[in-house]
T-cell receptor, first 114, second 113 residues
Framework: DGGITQSPKYLFRKEGQNVTLSCEQNLNHDAMYWYRQDPGQGLRLIYYSQIVNDFQKGDIAEGYSVSREKKESFPLTVTSAQKNPTAFYLC?????????????FGPGTRLLVL | GNSVTQMEGPVTLSEEAFLTINCTYTATGYPSLFWYVQYPGEGLQLLLK?????DKGSNKGFEATYRKETTSFHLEKGSVQVSDSAVYFC????????????FGAGTTVTVRA
């Protein structure tokens, strides 16, 4: 089955700790995205990548970092600089071209601060 | 950039009631329009889409028509079920010729038996 997997489902972070959220896709999509969702709110774009070894900041990149060393993988690190990291994090992918904008989402990771 | 405005929720309905969720957009050019659905604790799933004016997207009994004259893409379902309880998001391309999407704030729908 083609799709996007995210792990872990739940993640706990201590003060001052960096944590990394995993996102893998086997859809052969070029573009990948990370969104943050807070309760009762829409999706805010953190980072996106259109191609391997390249990524761009989204609307709320401060306190986050990403890498794109492989086409199928786009991990997100929540650093200690992110002062309010508690949220639901969603990874998505798409073919990465205009006219083919449909995004496919993973099941999400819920990050909680201890 | 392009943007969408959704009706605020929450919306609470009885089973078999008619559902409408309003979505209006502001855009340059002719972006594709999308409705996504998010069930509790899950990621988003594409519900339907329309790529040009007057197109009607449909899926699982839901429909939405791309109305250029009113810049709208309202979601409708004639008879809702408890299983339709979810958050619904309207979305469109962020900019002309851009592959990234901009999402509305979401509308929470609860269907009671």
């Amino acid at each position: 089955d083609g799709g996007i997997t995210q792990s872990p489902k739940y993640l706990f972070r201590k003060e001052g700790q960096n944590v990394t959220l995993s996102c893998e896709q086997n859809l052969n999509h070029d573009a990948m995205y990370w969104y943050r969702q807070d309760p009762g709110q829409g999706l805010r774009l953190i980072y996106y990548s259109q191609i391997v070894n390249d990524f761009q900041k989204g609307d709320i990149a401060e306190g986050y970092s990403v890498s794109r060393e492989k086409k199928e993988s786009f991990p997100l690190t929540v650093t200690s600089a992110q002062k309010n990291p508690t949220a639901f994090y969603l990874c998505a992918s798409s073919p990465g071209t205009w006219g083919r904008e449909t995004q496919y989402f993973g099941p999400g990771t819920r990050l909680l601060v201890l | 950039g392009n943007s969408v405005t959704q009706m605020e929720g929450p919306v609470t309905l009885s089973e078999e009631a008619f559902l409408t969720i309003n979505c209006t957009y502001t855009a340059t050019g002719y972006p594709s329009l999308f409705w996504y659905v998010q069930y509790p604790g899950e990621g988003l799933q594409l519900l339907l889409k329309a790529t040009k004016a007057d197109d009607k997207g449909s899926n699982k009994g839901f429909e939405a028509t791309y109305r250029k004259e009113t810049t709208s893409f309202h979601l409708e379902k004639g008879s809702v079920q408890v299983s339709d309880s979810a958050v619904y998001f309207c979305a469109l391309s962020r900019e002309s010729n851009d592959y990234k999407l901009s999402f509305g704030a979401g509308t929470t729908v609860t269907v009671r038996a």
